[in-house]
């Protein structure tokens, strides 16, 4: 989360036609969601550029798609009479009823013209028209109409006239909105809802799970059961309420006397990045013995622990800062894209992520995502989460295991332990 003070600014929206982001960007308006390879969604090294978008219900028939851009991933130059560089930048979306829909309920095309030298972001939303409560899919196009560069992003959004998730807004000390789920131990922040004129907010506390998931061959019925509650309150006065929480764990915010809110957890101070020895020797469970993990409860030294760990794996310093430095990105990467009620490297995706690597192939569909890794199909691997309902924290994505990865699991365990990287693509 940036953390400078910049002021919110909401800049007026310039409307053109469809059809001319169509052509510079590329984009068929026909081609279904479930159709395309998202796999550069999780692989930033893929992307041009970066946007962050949320959903906020401002009233029962006021809905707005906010975004961030970063002037700076845009092309500058010199255009017309100008003599200012000047980036042309367009934002398109559509709203469909399901990954597979053809259909589009709404869509609108916004251009902006941001100047040189570039602001470090740009935020602003534009109005969402729905016409009746439900479940839609929105994919939102960012094109830089000067490299004719173009990325894609889903939402998945629950339409209602009660109050839910996307009716709270979370809004830094410096007036930013959050574009994340996630907050530290050093913010203060603020809560907006404006549906129904709420006035207090019911603020539930949950501990942090520890618990990491399963291996993908290992085959259980995975239950999502309501979690024990540590402690709720009743804050009064939103409009002027100053919110910041020490304690580390999930916080979902809610009408008093509703089952419906939002989450907001609280993890480290510099999440998603994991700096401190503790935070470093939490994600070695994937990969440590039990012996070894024994090992690192007992010692009083989290840095040493760290340090012994990957150097006895590796047998060398130079190997063992490469697996450092691809491991912990991977864990950083997840924390960033997965993060729920939990880290994002705790989650079924995170593990996934943080041992194989980014998927070659992801395919988005109504009731989850498929990840492909591999080019031939002899060397395929693929792994599919199920899209499921928490009964507090809402979608979670649960992997559909098999004793079918075993000899994977085993060989990706194995080759991290003798000192090399694991992926599954070539």
Not at 150 to 175: A, Q
Not at 220 to 231: G, N
Not at 273 to 301: H, Q
């Amino acid at each position: 989360m940036d953390k400078k003070n910049f002021k919110y600014r909401y800049y007026s929206l310039i409307a053109v036609s469809l059809f001319l982001i169509l052509i510079n960007s590329c984009i068929t308006v026909y081609d279904t969601i479930n159709n395309r390879n998202y796999a550069d969604l999780y692989n930033p090294g893929q992307r041009t550029m970066h946007p962050e978008y949320f959903i906020y219900q401002k009233s029962a028939d006021d809905v707005r798609l906010y975004f961030r851009f970063f002037p700076k991933e845009f092309a500058y130059s010199v255009l017309g009479i100008d003599t200012v560089p000047t980036a042309n930048v367009s934002l398109f979306f559509r709203v469909t009823n399901s990954y597979s829909s053809v259909e589009i309920i709404d869509s609108l095309t916004s251009t902006f013209r941001l100047k040189s030298p570039p602001h470090k972001q740009f935020l602003g939303y534009v109005p969402v028209r729905l016409p009746k409560q439900g479940r839609y899919i929105i994919e939102i196009f960012l094109s830089d109409n000067l490299s004719r560069n173009f990325v894609s992003t889903v939402l998945d959004y629950d339409y209602s006239h009660t109050n839910g998730t996307s009716n709270f807004m979370f809004i830094s000390k410096f007036g930013n909105p959050y574009f994340y789920n996630w907050f530290s131990p050093v913010d203060t922040f603020r809560i907006k809802h404006e549906l129904n004129n709420l006035q207090d907010v019911r603020v539930t506390y949950y501990k942090p799970d520890t618990i990491l998931p399963l291996p993908p061959d290992i085959q259980k019925d995975i239950s999502l059961t309501l979690v024990p509650v540590d402690s709720s309150w009743i804050v009064k006065g939103i409009d002027t309420a100053v919110f910041s929480f020490k304690n580390k764990g999930t916080y979902y915010f809610s009408e008093p006397g509703s089952l419906k809110g939002k989450v907001f957890s609280c993890y480290n101070k510099s999440y998603p990045y994991v700096k401190t020895p503790i935070e470093l020797l939490k994600p070695i469970a994937y990969i440590a013995s039990y012996r070894e993990l024994k090992k690192i409860k007992k010692c009083t030294t989290p840095k040493v622990a760290v340090d012994s760990f990957w150097l006895g794996i590796a047998n060398n310093v130079d190997k063992a800062r490469e697996l450092i430095r691809v491991y912990y990105n991977r864990v950083q990467l997840a924390n960033y894209y997965f993060a729920d009620y939990r880290q994002g490297w705790q989650t079924d995706r995170g593990m996934i992520y943080v041992i194989c690597g980014a998927p070659s192939y992801i395919q988005k569909t109504d009731t989850g995502e498929k990840w492909v890794y591999g080019q031939h199909a002899n060397e395929i691997t693929s792994f599919f989460f199920y899209r499921e309902k928490h009964p507090v924290f809402g979608d979670v994505f649960i992997l559909e295991r098999s004793d079918l990865y075993a000899r994977m699991w085993y060989s990706a365990i194995s080759t991290w332990r003798d000192g090399r990287v694991f992926s599954l693509n070539p």
